[in-house]
């Protein structure tokens, strides 16, 4: 029973560009939620979602940043036009329906933007 | 909206008890998880108090006092392995769609 996986682990990218960062929640969990995490710091909440649906953005920049959870395949987390403030660790939680109070987290991705 | 409260560093020795406490401002609440993570990992889940009380999981215990606004974690019989960052994390008022961190306590333990 494989873990919620996350890709890539690492991701370099140049001011300007965009990254993608993808969110496979473990299996028979419907809810997805992505975090921010500075160094040193606590995680910041930034959109939780279910199949095809957002249910909760209010976390996430407006501009540059969009989340989905399609009916087929993982979550994608896309930044635009990344910036030297984007570079963070962002994870990726995922919990069952029945107990959304447990959230199981991936490993991770590290946004270096150079 | 919400912010929880936790100390930021902890030191502790080697089979000790260490208690992290967690307080928290909100409108409406649904509960207090906990979780752990060690540098440059992810978080762990550890427990969950949907209720006020004790929950005990192993060597490690759960408080809840929504009167008071408090939560802690109890860590007992402390080993070098247990030194980690450890956040309290609730639910924004409305549910569980947004979920808060706290600020997250640094554990350090020495022999």
């Known amino acids: 029973n494989a873990g919620v996986m996350q890709n890539p682990r690492h991701l370099v990218r140049r001011r300007g560009q965009e990254a993608r960062l993808r969110c496979s929640p473990m299996k028979g969990h419907s809810h997805v939620y992505w975090y921010r995490q500075l160094p040193e710091e606590g995680l910041k909440f930034m959109v939780y979602l279910q199949k095809e649906n957002i249910i909760d953005e209010s976390g996430m920049p407006k501009e540059r940043f969009s989340a989905e959870f399609p009916k087929e395949g993982p979550s994608i987390l896309r930044i635009q036009q990344v910036v030297r403030g984007d570079s963070a660790a962002y994870f990726c939680a995922s919990s069952p329906r029945s107990k959304e109070d447990e959230q199981y987290f991936g490993p991770g991705t590290r946004l270096t933007v150079t | 909206g919400q912010s929880l409260e936790q100390p930021s560093e902890v030191t502790a020795v080697e089979g000790a008890i260490v208690q992290i406490n967690c307080t928290y401002q909100?409108?409406?609440?649904?509960?207090l998880s906990w979780y752990q993570q060690h540098d440059g990992g992810a978080p762990t889940f550890l427990s969950y108090?949907?209720?006020?009380g004790l929950e005990e999981t192993g060597r490690f215990s759960s408080f809840l006092s929504r009167s008071d606004s408090y939560g802690y974690l109890l860590l007992q019989e402390l080993q070098m392995k247990d030194s980690a960052s450890y956040f309290c994390?609730?639910?924004?008022?409305?549910?569980?769609?947004?979920?808060?961190f706290g600020t997250g306590t640094k554990l350090q333990v020495i022999p």
């Open positions: 994390a609730g639910p924004d008022s409305g549910g569980y769609q947004k979920v808060t």
């Open positions: 108090n949907g209720l006020d």
């Open positions: 909100t409108s409406g609440f649904y509960g």
